[in-house]
Antibody
Framework: EVQLVESGGGLVQPGGSLRLTCAASGFSFRSFNMNWVRQAPGKGLEWLAHISRNSDVIFHADSVKGRFTISRDNAKNSLYLQMNSLRDEDTAVYYC?????????????WGQGALVTVSS | EIVMTQSPVTLSVSPGERATLSCRAS??????LAWYQQKPGQAPRLLIY???TRAAGIPARFSGSGSGTEFTLTITSLQSEDAAIYYC???????????FGQGTKVEIK
């Protein structure tokens, strides 16, 4: 059974940093691209970052480029999101999502999310 | 920048009836369109990809259609457990933008 479990969320002050971890199990983690998606309270879904199987292709959304960094460790079956210079508007539930094997992949499995609250 | 627009914002349907949700892209995304279902307090779940292919384990009452800029998600014979917010997502552009629509909330009458 595919499982994605996010951790590392919490309360942080504006300007602070946080690192989210997504622990993957139940599938060959190294064989799939991965993504981070967030959802502000009461709002819709926003894609944040994509990383290929071996980390050679990485993209970030413009809204977080230069502040957030996606990475992975295939030996540890883990996906990360380093978040720096956090702002109030970064308050959201952060999901990791597994990509499908396709030319234009979609997100076929999602974690339950980690809540990040940015507030003074 | 591509914009995905969903309509209606809220849809109220009686059990057993049909629900029709629309998604419009501001530019063509070919058939690179996915639909997700999100229930309160839960993560999104993939329903449809490639505009019309059901994901594994998705009931046959869910179907998708369309290409280019106009897409439809149809739920035939609506069940109480189908109450949720439904999002469309383009997966056409590369480098990716993975733009989501704003969602349609399906309520059970």
């Amino acid at each position: 059974e595919v499982q994605l479990v996010e951790s590392g969320g919490g309360l942080v002050q504006p300007g602070g940093s946080l690192r989210l971890t997504c622990a993957a199990s139940g599938f060959s983690f190294r064989s799939f691209n991965m993504n981070w998606v967030r959802q502000a309270p009461g709002k819709g879904l926003e894609w944040l970052a994509h990383i290929s199987r071996n980390s050679d292709v990485i993209f970030h959304a413009d809204s977080v480029k230069g502040r957030f960094t996606i990475s992975r460790d295939n030996a540890k079956n883990s996906l990360y999101l380093q978040m720096n210079s956090l702002r109030d508007e970064d308050t959201a539930v952060y999901y990791c999502a597994k990509g499908t094997v396709a030319t234009r992949p979609v997100f076929d499995f999602w974690g339950q999310g980690a809540l990040v609250t940015v507030s003074s | 920048e591509i914009v995905m627009t969903q309509s209606p914002v809220t849809l109220s349907v009686s059990p057993g009836e049909r629900a029709t949700l629309s998604c419009r892209a501001s530019q063509s995304v070919s058939s690179n369109l996915a639909w997700y279902q999100q229930k309160p307090g839960q993560a999104p779940r993939l329903l449809i990809y490639g505009a019309s292919t059901r994901a594994a384990g998705i009931p046959a009452r869910f179907s998708g259609s369309g290409s280019g800029t106009e897409f439809t998600l149809t739920i035939t014979s609506l069940q109480s457990e189908d109450a949720a917010i439904y999002y469309c997502q383009e997966c056409y552009h590369w480098p990716p933008t993975y733009t989501f629509g704003q969602g349609t909330k399906v309520e059970i009458k």
